[in-house]
């Protein structure tokens, strides 16, 4: 089946769409014209790669863990630094983009939602950037579970709203984040997260994520001559992974691998956030549809992951189309299987990776050990774990101070 997505209604396949309100239509509507222009709009992209290249510090290096490559003994494993990026992960490369296309917009003021608190650092990052107000609507129990982030979008001038419906986490401050949007349209842009949501979000999130794969296929020629093997990254929302696999897709010697949240086990009914990998029905959430993790009525399940960012209970409509299409193989990796992958790049490399990202570590861990020596992984190091060391150490029963 070749691959063409998405059509003009924002399908990839099944997946994808725009199920929302008749205000938010309205509002996709206009987000789309906007965007059918900057993309085809040179300026536009010029200011982005400014922005990537002087802000950013774009391009981010590919580096070569020969002392954790040497340790496996099989295939040498390369890391995408996307964790040097400013602010630490990937997620500035789509705020950058979806910030200039609000000031192209001419809207003053920016929204976003936020679980673990990197997407809402993000956007107010972006936000005192470019010089507009933003709010971020976070769950009231994430606000607690991570108070560093919260004070930390604080500093860059946002303004943080505690949502207190549901389970009070990523879920509901998304489903927030919608409602405000259909309150204020005309004024303000929503700054989403990851490549879901109703279209055109996840093209257009995917669209600025791409800078990770097209980087990446220039560096591994200029590196070792070649394109890698198996390019790995792991799998929340979808957006570090589509913006490494997007460019690869027609590449076809080059093996996709999206891991997802194990948690305890994708066979336990709700303590693991693989979707794809539990083979979830298909369902709508957050104005798309997709794989998507249900009880047996149809109720979203709760989630768990040690990982924050990947406990999502859906996943974008490219991965599902992916996935469904046999492009990219999901498989998902543990909490404690991401943990032992977390020390292990301390250790051999002297890097501190996010736990999201020793997800799609671990699982090069284990599969470099049963490939030939010339072979390569490319492994999409999206972020740094500075915001995780109080999770890692409470795991290790170690209390900080
Ligand atoms: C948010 C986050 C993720 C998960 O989001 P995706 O949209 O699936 O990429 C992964 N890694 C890091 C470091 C994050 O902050």
Redesign the pocket.
Known sequence: MSYIAPDEKGFFGEFGGSFVSETLIRALDELKIAYAQAKNDPAFWAEFNHDLALYVGRPSPIYYAERLSQHLGGAKIYLKR??LNHS????INNTIGQALLAKRMGKKRVIAET??G??GVASATVAARFGMQCTVFMGADDIVRQAPNVYRMKLLGAKVVAVDSGSRTLKDAMNEALREWVACVDDTFYII????GPAPYPEL?RDF?CVIGNECKTQMVELVGRQPDVAV???????????LFHPYIDEQSVRLVGVEAGGLGVETLDKHAAPISSNSPVGVLHGFKSYLMQDENGQVSATHSV?A??D?PGV?PEHAHLHKIGRVAYTAVNDDEALSAFHDLCRFEGIIP?L??SHALAWAIQNAPKMDKEQIILVNL???GD?DINTVAKLSGIELG
């Open positions: 996307e964790d630490g992960a990937h997620k679980g673990a990197q997407h997260g990851t490549a879901a999130v994520q990254a792991c799998v929340g929302g979808g957006s570090n992974a589509i913006g990982s960012g990947l999502y974008g996010a999201e990202s999206s972020g740094r915001k």
